[in-house]
């Protein structure tokens, strides 16, 4: 028996939005890697510059310029920028935090969202939500654990990016509530944080390793890779249903870290991870229509 249309367009969704997630967790992976020998700003242009080949490969030539029409150039622009933001704060934090833990505390970000949704988009929030985004905080904390470790100072790198990561999803929110096409608001954000970052990659240019330069193709193929799958899964399904998903972001990281570098996440870490996926899908299923 065949299932509904619907139905196959939600699992369809699902997938996209799962493989998306899994590659973003790959992004902050290869930071990783890069981190101790690659300045900052090569690590961060490499996920801009380096991704534009595979936007392009993902659309026909015929609309290779299109896709960057748009009536509201500045609030594309600016939405463009904030990822530099998050990609600053990751990358910082990688360099000295385990994977799981960075990302662990980057997924603040859906609970500032709920938070800042009042006064920026207007938005009713439930007490339900409010009560998830208290136990998404105290989450987060439990994992940055910020003056009981060594590394806990380092946990103020992925918590601004956080912060930059919430207004980034309120921008994104606020362009397709009016009415931008998502395909030209990747489009945008590769240019903005191309051109924003040359001028530093050129200042602060470290030579590479082959190895490095083969750690920086793939940051860029499964960043542009990770956007293109997050476009398709929008395009099956709503966000209501996709966002429970997103949190494959941080197995994602785990899964790399324990691979890759080794790092066991402790106790208190997997207790942190586990509340906040827990409070995450509770908000994002309270504040889905029906």
């Known amino acids: 028996m065949l299932k509904p249309p619907e139905n196959r367009d939600a699992l369809r969704g699902i ?172 489009a945008w954000t590769l240019l903005s944080g191309g051109v924003a970052t040359t001028p530093l990659v050129i200042a602060y240019w470290t030579p590479l390793s082959p190895t490095a330069w083969l750690y920086m193709i793939g940051l860029g193929l499964v960043f542009g890779l990770a956007q293109i799958f997050m476009i398709r899964a929008f395009a099956y399904a709503g966000a209501g249903a996709l966002a429970p998903f997103n949190y494959f972001q941080i197995i994602s990281a785990v899964v790399f870290g324990l691979i890759v570098f080794g790092d066991v996440p402790d106790v208190w870490t997997v207790t942190g991870i586990l509340l906040i996926i827990a409070a995450g899908i509770y908000v994002a299923k309270s504040r889905s229509p029906g």
């Open 15 to 186: 997938v996209f939005i799962v493989l998306a997630a899994t590659f973003f967790g790959s992004v902050d992976g290869f930071s990783k890697l890069l981190a101790s020998t690659q300045s900052v700003a090569q690590i961060i242009w490499a996920r801009y510059a380096l991704a534009v080949p595979v936007l392009l490969a993902s659309m026909p030539p015929s609309e290779w310029m299109t896709s960057f029409r748009t009536t509201r150039p500045a609030p594309q622009i600016i939405r463009g920028l904030l990822p530099l933001g998050i990609s600053a704060g990751m990358v910082l934090g990688v360099r000295y935090l385990p994977l799981a833990d960075a990302t662990a505390i980057l997924f603040a970000a859906p609970f500032l969202v709920v938070a800042l949704s009042v006064p920026f988009l207007g938005e009713h929030v439930r007490a339900a939500s409010w009560i998830s985004v208290a136990v998404g905080f105290l989450a987060v904390l439990i994992v940055a654990r910020p003056g009981l470790t060594e590394l806990s100072r380092y946990a103020v790198f992925p918590a601004l990016a956080a912060v930059f990561f919430a207004f980034y999803q309120l921008m994104t929110r606020r362009l397709g509530m009016l009415g931008e096409k998502p395909t030209t608001t990747l």
